[in-house]
């Protein structure tokens, strides 16, 4: 069974531009969080979805922002980009919002410049 | 806010020796934790989750135990491997999200 997958793998941006990051949870999986981690930190949490509603949000501005679609992928949209959202995001599933094992994605590394 | 802190940040061992991880967290008040695996510019594997009402959990050679009351768990990797060299997270669930902590960056030495 294929993992949690994310596309695209790399992006380069500059400052002020706009990115969608996609995601696709483990088949059977309703709940997907995203992460923000900056070179040398533990992953910070953004945001939580469960069945297509935010559970959980982190102490991110509202540049950023979220949704799960019926199928349970989940984009991840960052407005307005910064030097400082250089970082590597990371999408995790899992079976249902509390309890259960999260899964992590390989990432997508964004650069801006 | 829940603080979850790892010690040491780095360090390396000779192959062979046992390595252990010590992770703290400042509330108590979670449903499980979870230990991670990360190589460089990779996304995280998970290694061991242990529910809340657990106190250790064992995979291979790999044991961690948890003592919620304490705020603290131990990551054991018997026998390391060069192939162990990776950095280990600590990440505690509550409040529908993980908190975690730096990481321990290990190298084994063959």
């Known amino acids: 069974d294929a993992g949690v997958t994310q596309s695209p793998t790399h992006l380069i941006k500059t400052r002020g531009q706009q990115v969608t990051l996609r995601c696709s949870p483990i088949s059977g999986h309703k709940s997907v969080s995203w992460y923000q981690q900056v070179l040398g930190q533990g992953p910070q949490f953004i945001f939580q979805y469960y069945e297509k509603e935010e559970r959980g949000r982190g102490n991110f501005p509202d540049r950023f922002s979220a949704r799960q679609f019926p199928n349970y992928s989940s984009e991840l949209n960052v407005n307005a980009l910064l030097l400082g959202d250089s970082a590597l995001y990371l999408c995790a599933s899992s079976l249902e919002s509390s309890y259960n094992e999260q899964f992590f994605g390989p990432g997508t590394r964004l650069t801006v410049l | 806010k829940q603080e979850v802190t790892q010690i040491p940040a780095a360090l390396s061992v000779p192959e062979g020796e046992n390595l252990v991880l010590n992770c703290s967290f400042t509330?108590?008040?979670?449903?499980?934790l979870q230990w991670f695996r990360q190589d460089p510019g990779k996304g995280l594997t998970s290694l061991l989750l242990?529910?809340?009402?657990?106190r250790e959990q064992t995979s291979g050679r790999l044991n961690a135990s948890l003592d919620k009351s304490s705020g603290r768990s131990t990551l054991y990797i018997a026998a390391s491997q060069p192939g162990d060299s990776a950095t280990y997270l600590c990440?505690?669930?509550?409040?529908?999200?993980?908190?975690f902590g730096k990481g321990n960056q290990v190298v084994v030495i063959p």
């Open positions: 242990i529910q809340s009402s657990q």
């Open positions: 990440a505690v669930y509550g409040n529908n999200r993980l908190a």
């Open positions: 509330d108590s008040a979670i449903y499980n």
